[in-house]
């Protein structure tokens, strides 16, 4: 298993930026991908979630709806975090987890998941 986050970068409040998570592994048919975030002086926070394929089910922190997509492709072990309207308070380093999910709803909370990448930094400031 490897998973390795790239796209972060500096950006103004407002401005986008799209993360992806390239999961070297199994099929992710079977397996729920999430994105968690990190702050100096914070906890780690889930951001995102999508559940196994079959089901495609997304989950979103409240702080993010309306602002973050998470997706992948079908053809592609790949998941995506599209960010818009990004505010300074979403700086941190972004980190995408994986874990097996075949039924029920996805895992959610830092400690269910198994598979982590080493994370990106995102920064957001004028």
């Known amino acids: 298993w490897q998973l390795v986050e790239y796209g972060g970068n500096w950006v103004r409040p407002g401005g986008s930026l799209r993360l992806t998570c390239v999961v070297s592994?199994?099929?992710?048919?079977?397996?729920?991908v999430a994105w968690f975030r990190q702050s100096p002086g914070k906890e780690r926070e889930p951001v995102a979630c999508?559940?196994?394929?079959?089901?495609?089910?997304?989950k979103y922190a409240d702080s993010v709806k309306g602002r973050f997509t998470i997706s992948t492709e079908s053809d592609k072990n790949e998941v995506y975090l599209q960010m818009d309207s990004l505010k300074p308070e979403d700086s941190a380093v972004y980190y995408c987890?994986?874990?097996?999910?075949?039924?029920?709803?996805?895992?959610?909370?830092?400690?269910?998941?198994?598979?982590w990448g080493q994370g990106t930094q995102v920064t957001v400031s004028s």
């Open positions: 987890a994986a874990e097996y999910h075949n039924e029920g709803d996805a895992p959610w909370y830092e400690d269910e998941f198994t598979h």
């Open positions: 592994g199994p099929s992710l048919e079977h397996y729920a």
């Open positions: 999508i559940g196994r394929r079959a089901a495609y089910s997304t």
